[in-house]
């Protein structure tokens, strides 16, 4: 079965091409034409807007009400058929600190409805906890902290079906070295976070294997001219990634801009840290145990400190360039390939390319959502 799409713009990983055809063929992209196809039927037109690859959210914890720690096969549904209205038509699941019973069954609940639920893909699984420390713990339970164990990552690992792709700790505990490497042995990137660590701290488990930085900015000690810290490890190391939520609520522009500065934009990744009430009003929510308000676009703890996000993908491309921060093609970079190809899944998902799943939103120039497809199919539209 063919289709194909008609648009003034196609967003691919290395090149932007201009009006044309892309054609699909069995939910899979095919070859992109500026010729006009033969058959007129097939043509979905979409003169005037632009095409881009679905986005990839790496760290999202919950959407439409629903949470992945709510450990329900319902909960995942509802998140994964909710996403394509955020632009997202790939995400990893990502838990909370709890403890290793409920954590174990979090994981399980998400192996089962992998192939279940409709919607957005699961890629896999990120744990942001409970390998942390109290200094930076912001909406995470330090009651349940524990220090890194290869062992009951090992059983998390085999709960979850192999699904888990990205485990967070704070780099002080002594176990690190041995964590890190026990984990990259068996296909699980080490992300560093919630974390009072040094700048040393850090670099040394960047050189054991440790590869991202959770939320940059957020949950971790800042900036000094006599200790750097993890935000100047975030800065200043490279062969790593680092994510940000571009909100304006969690990082103003102004930081964003130093830290793009400081890297490049081919390492750093947008991701949503998005909580339950992503795409629903203000209001009152939790987050894990914890009570959460919902106002003018943030989520707050009752003590005010931030809990998570409520921002959707598709905000975070258009807030980057609206603040000039990145260009068109770089943002939706940055929340498709560079994503995808920081856990290793950039074989299949983030890029428009011949022979990939036809996983791919429609934008028009001010970078609003028109339509999302997965595997070629429209699964998401706005409403007029």
Partial sequence: MQKVIKADRFFLENEVLDEGYLSIRDGKFAIYTQEVPE??????????????????????????????????????????????SAGVTNYIATSLTASVEQIDCVVANVAKAKEQVEGAKIEGIFLEGPFFVEEHKGAQNANYFIAPSPEVLDQWQESANHLILKSALAPEYPETEAYIKHARSIGVEVAIGHTDATYDQARNAVDAGAKLFVHTYNGMRGLHHREPGVVGAAMTLQNTYAELIADGHHVTPGAIQAL?????????LLVTDCMRAGGLPDGNYTLGEYPVIVKNGAARLESGSLAGSVLQLKDAVRNLVHWNLATVHQAINMASVVPARSLGIDDHCGSIKKDRQADFIVLSPDLELHATYIDGNLVYKEEK
Avoid: C, Q
Wanted: proline share 4%; no cysteine.
């Fill in 39 to 84: 058959n007129m039927d097939d043509i979905i037109d979409y003169t005037g807007k632009w095409i881009a690859p679905g986005l990839v959210d790496t760290h999202i914890h919950g959407f439409h009400g629903s949470d992945v720690m709510d450990a329900t096969i319902e909960a995942i549904d509802t998140i994964s058929k909710g996403l394509p």
């Fill in 260 to 268: 793009l500065n400081a890297r490049n934009r081919e390492n750093t």
